[in-house]
């Protein structure tokens, strides 16, 4: 059978590729592709989508699918923007007469990382998946804390020091649970949507992982 993999951020500039056909035996599953892409060794930590949706390494494969390899990633309206974000607009997003608190969180690009002169940072996305997950999220805060709406807007391309990355905002009747999902929202965001970071700093550039 013949697959479409899509690789991104680093495992991309491996390959030289973004989208690579593969033809696979009959019964194959999400753990032959890699090495039918005869990369070496599968790098720590790699995750994969088929059709937009996580799946698990013995997912099988079907003729058409398309396989996304997802190296660890670093991070109402769920959006990806190439345009400075603008705080106010994501607020108003959440804007609900039952809110008594709307909590926000701004993620900015700093001048220093890990002892380096940072000059920018360049995001990329799967774009799609990255909404999906995103939506996903915000329905599992919905499930944990007792809120009204949630906004997440995230830069992709090149952002500039100074420049928010990400911004977050929370609707709840009280100001706890909106604090809470707000903290929780950005920590789960940089764990599991597939967005990742170049750092380009004074020297060289690296892609920045998980959690980061």
Same mark, same amino acid.
């Given at each position: 059978?013949?697959?479409? %993999?899509?690789?991104?951020?680093?495992? *991309?500039? #491996? =390959?030289? !590729?973004?989208?690579?056909? /593969?033809? +696979?035996?009959?019964?194959?599953?999400?753990?032959?592709?890699?090495?039918?892409?005869?990369?070496?060794?599968?790098?720590?930590?790699?995750?994969?989508? %088929?059709?937009?949706?996580?799946?698990? *390494?013995? #997912? =099988?494969? !079907?003729?058409?699918?398309? /396989?996304? +390899?997802?190296?660890?990633?670093?991070?109402?309206?769920?959006?990806?923007?190439?345009?400075?974000?603008?705080?106010?607009?994501?607020?108003?997003?959440?804007?609900?007469?039952?809110?008594?608190?709307?909590?926000?969180?701004?993620?900015?690009?700093?001048?220093?990382?890990?002892?380096?002169?940072?000059?920018?940072?360049?995001?990329?996305?799967?774009?799609?998946?990255?909404?999906?997950?995103?939506?996903?999220?915000?329905?599992?805060?919905?499930?944990?804390?007792?809120?009204?709406?949630?906004?997440?807007?995230?830069?992709?391309?090149?952002?500039?020091?100074?420049?928010?990355?990400?911004?977050?905002?929370?609707?709840?009747?009280?100001?706890?649970?909106?604090?809470?999902?707000?903290?929780?929202?950005?920590?789960?965001?940089?764990?599991?949507?597939?967005?990742?970071?170049?750092?380009?700093?004074?020297?060289?550039?690296?892609?920045?992982?998980?959690?980061?």
């Amino acid at each position: 059978m013949r697959v479409t %993999v899509r690789l991104f951020a680093g495992l *991309r500039e #491996h =390959a030289g !590729t973004g989208r690579r056909d /593969v033809e +696979l035996g009959d019964g194959a599953r999400v753990e032959d592709v890699w090495s039918a892409l005869e990369l070496g060794d599968e790098p720590a930590g790699l995750v994969y989508a %088929v059709n937009r949706a996580y799946v698990g *390494r013995s #997912h =099988a494969l !079907t003729e058409g699918d398309e /396989v996304a +390899l997802i190296p660890p990633v670093s991070g109402g309206a769920f959006r990806l923007t190439e345009d400075p974000i603008d705080l106010a607009a994501v607020v108003a997003e959440v804007e609900d007469e039952r809110a008594g608190a709307t909590a926000t969180f701004v993620g900015t690009v700093r001048a220093q990382s890990r002892g380096r002169q940072v000059v920018r940072l360049e995001y990329e996305a799967y774009e799609g998946m990255a909404e999906n997950v995103m939506a996903d999220l915000a329905k599992q805060l919905k499930g944990r804390y007792d809120l009204c709406a949630i906004a997440i807007t995230h830069r992709v391309g090149v952002c500039e020091i100074g420049e928010a990355s990400v911004a977050i905002a929370v609707s709840a009747p009280h100001r706890q649970d909106a604090l809470a999902a707000c903290k929780d929202a950005i920590d789960t965001l940089k764990e599991t949507v597939p967005l990742w970071k170049k750092e380009v700093y004074e020297g060289g550039e690296e892609w920045i992982g998980r959690g980061s």
